[in-house]
Nanobody
Framework: QVQLVESGGGLVQAGESLRLSCAAS????????MGWYRQAPGKQRESVAS???????NYADSAKGRFSLSRDNALNTVYLQMNSLKPEDTAVYYC?????????WGKGTLVTVSS
């Protein structure tokens, strides 16, 4: 059973930083692609950053230069370091992982950035 548990969200002011964590189980973590997505109120879910099974990392244009994805294979955890946060970064952030043709999602963690 694949389980993804996000943590680290909260309320911050514009310009501050947060680090999100996603603890994974039920997958061979070190060779599994992982991704961070977000969904703002009234908007569709969008990709923020992802890492392929080969370790290639991609960022959405909105995240480039401010966000950084990393993973700790020993802890089965993927992180999203978010710096210089903006009010438009306010959203529920989700972790996702594909396995056997299906995408598994965590329940999300809320990030609120005040101006």
């Amino acid at each position: 059973q694949v389980q993804l548990v996000e943590s680290g969200g909260g309320l911050v002011q514009a310009g501050e930083s947060l680090r999100l964590s996603c603890a994974a189980s039920g997958i061979i973590f070190r060779t599994n692609a992982m991704g961070w997505y977000r969904q703002a109120p009234g908007k569709q879910r969008e990709s923020v950053a992802s890492i392929s099974l080969f370790g290639a990392i991609n960022y959405a244009d909105s995240a480039k230069g401010r966000f950084s994805l990393s993973r700790d294979n020993a802890l089965n955890t993927v992180y999203l370091q978010m710096n210089s946060l903006k009010p438009e970064d306010t959203a529920v952030y989700y972790c996702a992982a594909p396995k056997n043709g299906r995408t598994y999602w965590g329940k999300g963690t809320l990030v609120t950035v005040s101006s």
